[in-house]
């Protein structure tokens, strides 16, 4: 016997069961982000390598170590899209539609990155991304904000998820407070793991993301970034958590959250769970006004953020949310042969709304009642040699204590019309 194939570590199957979840994600999505009037906008898996490292910084866990890239038979460099901004900018930037003009967009899609994989962590996983132009006051960093928190309100996530609120100020400021946190870390170098000596010297604002326990003790009196806010930056902030104050909204300001990608200032946000372990992150985002001229297009304010499917689909498991959402059908059609197909198709005519499941290649009677009652049907439509003849169905009810009866085929549909 030849050796089977599996699929590449950390690329998962999702089976039908699981899917179901994943559509129920997706429908609610879609709908809250509808209406908010967000439009979708569908991307290229693969783009040019050199958008990611333009984008995302060449001295980021991205672009040094995860991404994947290769060659193509025109020997040019391509990259499996790691993340959903990047080329969601280079399009719009692309087709005009940036300058002076105000954009709400949403995308949702694999993406691809080289990591370790574990519970909520995958080589391919999904986003469901936001993406926001032309705006540039805290109004819009609340909009994106308050449609989270309506999303997690409309899956039934809110009391598992808490929301966490940072500003990484202006580049200046950045370079400022940066210049200090060095010198903080450089006197307790001794102190650091190797991730963290590495990001001292290449991104040492990544070091205030360190998972490392002794690292985070370490953090707990270096200079935080709050103290060196710019005015800009610190009018933005308080007018951003005015609003979430006004609306209700509870969240945290954690001065050590900062991103994992080079084009935030300003504004970053993460909704995090504890029920899921050290994969915590649902959804993060923030403000990157920066980048859009970094491409080539002109200077354009601009907010997003990224959800991960995954873990919304594991925390929705692990919050117990998944029972009612996987369908069961409503209708199991027990006979054989080509009647009871051609039956179960005019069953679902006559009930568009039903879910008719029919049982194909035949046996014993009682076998397919069992298989009726296994599917988790509501109601057996017994199509029998009599049934046939006399042009009825014997309606036999599955989770409930009611007598049987038989009815004609033609009364099916008024007969159950109240059904769905
Ligand atoms: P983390 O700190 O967990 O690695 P990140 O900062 O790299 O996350 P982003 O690039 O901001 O994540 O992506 C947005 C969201 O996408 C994350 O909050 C998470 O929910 C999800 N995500 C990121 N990487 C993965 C992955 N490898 N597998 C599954 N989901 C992921
Ligand atoms: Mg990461």
Request: a negative charge; proline letters at 3%; aromatic letters at 8%.
């Amino acid at each position: 016997m030849s050796k089977k194939i599996q699929a590449i570590r950390g690329m998962n199957d999702i089976l039908p069961e699981q899917s179901a979840t994943w559509r129920h994600l997706e429908a609610i999505v879609k709908d809250v982000l509808g209406r908010y009037g967000y439009g979708e906008i569908r991307l290229p898996i693969v783009e040019y390598t050199e958008l990611f490292k333009r984008t995302i910084g060449e001295v980021t866990d991205i672009v040094e170590k995860e991404m994947y890239t290769f060659k193509d038979r025109n020997d040019e460099s391509l990259t499996l899209r790691p993340e959903g901004t990047a080329g969601c900018v280079r399009a719009a930037e692309e087709h005009g539609m940036l300058y002076n003009q105000i954009q709400r967009l949403w995308y949702t899609g694999p993406m691809f990155r080289y990591e370790k994989p574990q519970k909520g962590r995958y080589r391919q996983f999904h986003q469901i991304g936001v993406e926001t132009f032309g705006l540039q006051g805290p109004d819009i960093d609340a909009e994106v904000i308050l449609m989270t928190a309506n999303l997690w309100k409309a899956l039934g996530l809110s009391s598992h998820v808490t929301l966490q609120l940072n500003s990484l100020g202006s580049n200046e400021a950045r370079a400022t407070y940066r210049a200090e946190l060095v010198s903080y870390l450089e006197a307790r170098k001794d102190q650091l793991d190797e991730d963290s000596l590495r990001r001292l010297d290449s991104n040492p604002l990544r070091v205030l993301d360190s998972k490392n326990v002794k690292t985070q003790a370490l953090l707990e009196d270096a200079p935080s970034l709050m103290d060196f806010l710019d005015d800009d930056s610190r009018e933005h902030f308080t007018g951003l958590t005015a609003i979430l104050d006004n609306a209700g909204v509870t969240y945290e300001i954690n001065p050590r959250l900062v991103r994992g990608l080079d084009y935030y200032g300003k504004t970053v946000f993460e909704w995090v769970t504890t029920s899921l372990g050290s994969q915590g992150t649902v959804c993060a985002g923030g403000r990157y006004d920066g980048l859009v001229e970094q491409l080539g297009g002109k200077a354009t304010p601009a907010v997003g953020f990224a959800m991960g499917v995954e873990r919304l689909v594991l925390l929705l498991e692990t919050a117990g949310l998944t029972e009612q959402i996987n369908s069961k059908p409503d209708f199991y059609v027990v006979g054989s042969g080509p009647e009871a197909v051609l039956f179960a198709d005019q069953v679902r005519a006559a009930l568009p709304r039903a879910v008719v499941q029919c049982h194909c290649g035949g046996g014993k009677f009682k076998k397919q009642m069992k298989k009726a009652n296994d599917s988790g049907a509501l109601v057996a439509l017994i199509i029998g040699e009599d049934e046939i003849a006399n042009e009825q169905v014997t309606v036999k009810y599955l989770r409930e204590q009611r007598d049987q009866i038989t009815i004609s085929v033609a009364e099916l549909a008024t007969y159950f019309s109240a059904l769905k």
